[in-house]
């Protein structure tokens, strides 16, 4: 199982960007999906996730300003993120809950990059 994220980038405060991840590989069953992030000297955060039945949950610092969405046809998810503030940049890490035949984990993506400029 892999999980491959893209879309981060460069962008100046006020900006939008949205990152995808997509999971591939032998699988049973996709559960919770996640966006976590890392910022200069901080610690691993949650920043928003999305149940298997699409109830989602957001980090009081982007209430509002994101949004997560998935795709259960092709295995994806999404974090929209409008009215970007420098404190939002670190690097980005997609994660799923997922079953195969013979494990229940937590995968994770290969981080992706978010910069945004003052």
């Known amino acids: 199982v892999q999980l491959q994220a893209c879309g981060g980038g460069l962008v100046q405060a006020g900006g939008s960007l949205t990152l995808s991840c997509a999971a591939s590989?032998?699988?049973?069953?996709?559960?919770?999906m996640g966006w976590y992030r890392q910022g200069p000297g901080k610690q691993r955060e949650l920043v928003a996730s999305?149940?298997?039945?699409?109830?989602?949950n957001y980090a009081d610092s982007v209430k509002g300003r994101f949004t997560i969405s998935r795709d259960y046809a092709k295995n994806t998810v999404a974090l929209q993120m409008n009215s970007l503030k420098p404190e939002d940049t670190g690097v980005y890490y997609c994660?799923?809950?997922?079953?195969?035949?013979?494990?229940?984990?937590?995968?994770w993506g290969q981080g992706t990059l978010v910069t945004v400029s003052s």
């Open positions: 994660s799923s809950e997922i079953t195969t035949q013979t494990s229940y984990a937590t995968y």
């Open positions: 590989g032998s699988f049973v069953g996709i559960h919770d």
């Open positions: 999305i149940s298997r039945g699409g109830a989602e």
